[in-house]
């Protein structure tokens, strides 16, 4: 009888979180169209971006694909087109790792589009060496954070010239483990022995909280916000970059748990399109839900703005 049930509890409980999880994600209802609006998202190409990106052009919106690979982005661009029957759905090239990448995207998007209704930034990576791009700065944090910075900060007058516009920071909830030095921004005092990946990551997701709490102050009354979120833990190649021993060996436990690419999307959806959050600005949010950012750093406003001057120094705007 014992053996009965404890055999019963083994193959009954992984249904019932599996079914909780499932029941508990957050499903954007927002039937609103975007005729006439003009999107960007960035990484648009794969996993949410490219589910977030179709739903969006599904609604009608000229959706502008900001991606580093040619061939992925058109890939992207032709199946959404084809999914949607949408055909203002564009590749433009960016690369986050170059500054360069980026003045040259906002420059092309300043001079060829008349509006900018929302900004996705959704591009990120997870497994980054300890290594520096062309402008001096980490990869993991040029690329997760510094490259969006200083996009957002270049696309601010078309956006404000377009409110009301929104700036969506896609994040993680991996942010309560970052733990921002502004003494250690660029990775100064780390060593080979000391550099972990994770760090890192945690770090650049807490510095995307941070940015649209500061982003929020800065746009008061301008009708244009800022907000951040959790996807929640989605199934897409990033995982598999994660290349630790003991995490790899339940990969395929995980894996029942996690989100689909679509089911990941659906906040940044909600964010993009519900008259729900049309004046919510500086706020986090969870499966469609406003949530608490996690840690005393992720609702520090003091830290964002000296993490927004910090920036802008690292970026070459100062």
Same mark, same amino acid.
């Given at each position: 009888?014992?053996?009965?049930?404890?055999?019963?509890?083994?193959?009954?409980?992984?249904?019932?979180?599996?079914?909780?999880?499932?029941?508990?994600?957050?499903?954007?209802?927002?039937?609103?169209?975007?005729?006439?609006?003009?999107?960007?998202?960035?990484?648009?190409?794969?996993?949410?971006?490219?589910?977030?990106?179709? =739903?969006?052009?599904?609604?009608?919106?000229?959706?502008?694909?900001?991606?580093?690979?040619?061939?992925?982005?058109?890939?992207?661009?032709?199946?959404?087109?084809?999914?949607?029957?949408?055909?203002?759905?564009?590749?433009?090239?960016?690369?986050?790792?170059?500054?360069?990448? *980026?003045?040259?995207?906002?420059?092309?998007?300043? +001079? #060829?589009?008349?509006?900018?209704?929302?900004?996705?930034?959704?591009?990120?990576?997870?497994?980054?060496?300890?290594?520096?791009?062309?402008?001096?700065?980490?990869?993991?944090? +040029?690329? #997760?954070?510094?490259?969006?910075? @200083? @996009?957002?900060? @270049?696309?601010?007058?078309?956006?404000?010239?377009?409110?009301?516009?929104?700036?969506?920071?896609?994040?993680?909830?991996?942010?309560?483990?970052?733990?921002?030095?502004?003494?250690?921004?660029?990775?100064?005092?780390?060593?080979?022995?000391?550099?972990?990946?994770?760090?890192?990551?945690?770090?650049?997701?807490?510095?995307?909280?941070?940015?649209?709490?500061?982003?929020?102050?800065?746009?008061?009354?301008?009708?244009?916000?800022?907000?951040?979120?959790?996807?929640?833990?989605?199934?897409? =190649? %990033?995982?598999?970059?994660?290349?630790?021993?003991?995490?790899?060996?339940?990969?395929?436990?995980?894996?029942?748990?996690?989100?689909?690419?679509?089911?990941?999307?659906?906040?940044?959806?909600?964010?993009? *399109?519900?008259?729900?959050?049309?004046?919510?600005?500086?706020?986090?949010?969870?499966?469609?839900?406003?949530? #608490?950012?996690?840690?005393? +750093?992720?609702?520090?406003? +003091?830290?964002?703005?000296?993490?927004?001057?910090?920036?802008? %120094?690292?970026?070459?705007?100062?």
């Amino acid at each position: 009888m014992i053996l009965l049930f404890l055999f019963l509890f083994v193959v009954a409980a992984p249904i019932i979180i599996w079914t909780y999880f499932r029941l508990t994600s957050g499903i954007c209802k927002c039937s609103r169209h975007l005729v006439g609006k003009v999107v960007i998202v960035t990484g648009g190409n794969a996993g949410i971006g490219f589910e977030t990106a179709k =739903d969006l052009a599904e609604r009608g919106a000229r959706v502008i694909l900001a991606c580093r690979d040619e061939g992925r982005g058109t890939t992207a661009r032709d199946k959404i087109i084809s999914a949607t029957g949408n055909n203002n759905v564009h590749y433009r090239h960016l690369d986050l790792a170059s500054l360069n990448s *980026v003045r040259k995207f906002a420059q092309d998007i300043l +001079q #060829n589009e008349n509006r900018l209704d929302i900004l996705i930034n959704n591009a990120g990576i997870f497994g980054s060496d300890n290594v520096k791009t062309e402008d001096g700065l980490l990869l993991g944090m +040029q690329v #997760n954070h510094f490259g969006p910075f @200083l @996009l957002t900060f @270049l696309l601010l007058p078309l956006l404000k010239s377009s409110s009301p516009s929104r700036i969506i920071n896609v994040s993680s909830v991996a942010h309560a483990e970052g733990l921002l030095d502004l003494k250690n921004l660029n990775a100064e005092k780390e060593t080979e022995k000391t550099y972990l990946k994770r760090k890192i990551y945690c770090t650049s997701k807490l510095c995307n909280i941070l940015m649209a709490v500061e982003l929020s102050n800065r746009l008061k009354g301008t009708g244009v916000t800022a907000n951040s979120l959790h996807p929640g833990v989605v199934e897409t =190649d %990033i995982l598999d970059d994660i290349n630790v021993k003991w995490f790899q060996l339940l990969l395929p436990l995980i894996k029942l748990y996690t989100k689909s690419p679509w089911e990941g999307a659906q906040t940044s959806i909600y964010l993009a *399109v519900s008259p729900e959050v049309s004046e919510v600005s500086g706020k986090y949010f969870i499966d469609c839900h406003l949530s #608490n950012a996690f840690g005393k +750093q992720a609702q520090d406003s +003091q830290l964002a703005l000296k993490l927004w001057e910090a920036s802008e %120094i690292f970026v070459g705007l100062k």
